[in-house]
């Protein structure tokens, strides 16, 4: 076959897709025991005793705060099970799930 010497046209320039990631938001609120957020935190999320309580503490005086992103799923199958965990407590701690960006 001849060679031609001429170059492909309209080149794809392929870049490997990431899929978006989601927040898990620890929501602030009156009733729910700090010593059980922070408890929480190290069992369903793995972040240390400090992390956990520096997380809890801002969720407590600002009203809200990230805990960790995730792909959707994760941060929604997360936060599902936080919340169903503090349902099970009899507590009403709320973790909620946002696109990034
Ligand atoms: N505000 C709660 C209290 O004073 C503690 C708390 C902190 C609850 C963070 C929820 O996301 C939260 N007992």
């Not at 069992?43 to 956990?52: G, I, K, L, M």
């Not at 959707?72 to 960006?101: H, I, W, Y």
Request: net charge positive.
């Amino acid at each position: 076959m001849a060679e031609t010497g001429t170059k492909p046209r309209n080149a794809t320039v392929l870049k490997t897709a990431r899929p978006p990631l989601h927040k898990v938001i620890l929501v602030n609120d009156d009733f729910t025991p700090r010593e059980f957020v922070v408890r929480l935190l190290k069992s369903e999320f793995r972040v240390p005793e400090a992390q956990a309580m520096g997380i809890m503490l801002t969720a407590h005086t600002k009203g809200s705060c990230v805990v960790a992103v995730f792909t959707r799923e994760v941060a929604e199958e997360k936060a599902s099970r936080a919340n169903d965990l503090s349902r099970s407590m009899g507590f009403p701690l709320l973790l909620t799930t946002e696109p990034e960006q």
